[in-house]
């Protein structure tokens, strides 16, 4: 069963001690696991990035102005973890999905200058202020607003050897959830890392969430209960782990 946004806070509030204690690294027998809950997810150390990544959110939030009140701009803290999941994982190139305020995706780019993303922007022919973010990015990535062509995009430009880095902000229908979920599952099964946004507000990023945990055969997942992280890795044994962060 999917829970509703409601349901979903109530089971956070529930699970609220049992999260923060297993964050603290207590009950994590995986070497693995350990570091990662430790060392990326709960990472307290300053990076390189950050203020480069702080000042790009303010600069956005300034100029946005009431065009985004009513949306929420990703969080400070979620987009540095996300660039710390991109620096352990440096990814070669990187498929994010549903973004709209550019935060995310300048965030994981920041990691690397050889990095290389496929970006569905749905707004991305409307917004001008979403093109001029990324404009320096212009050479490293291949943006569009339509969700099929990046879909078969990053299919073709992914190398056999490469593993797969996908990112998921949100999903609009049931259509697109068939046709990420359809995309999603074979980057499982080549040990890719699959990382979702807005679990708690979206029945369909959830329904993607419990059917792409479903069909994950070996590996590990993380989760807050707001996003989730798949590290289908198959030399780590099939482990889920409920954390704060």
């Known amino acids: 069963m999917i829970p509703t946004p409601f ?78 999941i991109a620096n352990y994982f440096n990814p070669a190139r990187m498929l994010i999905i549903g973004e709209r305020h550019a935060v995310a995706t300048a965030s994981v780019m920041a990691v690397s200058s050889k990095s290389r993303v496929v970006l569905h922007a749905p707004e991305w022919e409307a917004d001008e202020l979403l093109r001029t973010t990324l404009q320096p990015h212009e050479g490293r990535i291949h943006v569009s607003s339509d969700l099929s062509e990046c879909l078969k995009a990053y299919s073709s430009q992914i190398s056999p050897q490469e593993k797969p880095f996908v990112l998921i902000h949100e999903l609009c229908d049931e259509m697109e959830l068939e046709a990420v979920k359809s995309a999603i599952f074979p980057i499982i099964e080549r040990q890719g890392v699959v990382i979702m946004r807005n679990l708690h507000n979206s029945t369909l990023m959830a329904s993607l969430w419990e059917q792409c945990m479903a069909h994950a055969q070996h590996g590990q997942t993380y989760t807050n209960e707001k996003s989730g992280i798949i590290v289908a890795n198959p030399k780590l044994q099939r482990e889920h782990f409920f954390l704060w962060f």
Do not use: N
């Not at 990035?49 to 009431?66: F, N, P, S, T, V």
């Open 7 to 84: 349901m979903g806070r109530l089971r956070r509030y529930r699970t609220a001690w049992s999260r923060h204690h297993r964050s603290g690294g207590f009950g994590i027998h995986s070497p693995f696991a350990f570091y990662f809950v430790q060392r990326v997810l709960g990472e307290k150390c300053p990076y390189y990035a950050y203020a480069h990544i702080e000042l790009l959110r303010i600069r956005l939030k300034d100029q946005a102005g009431r065009r985004w009140r009513g949306q929420h701009i990703i969080s400070l803290k979620m987009a540095k973890m996300l660039f710390r």
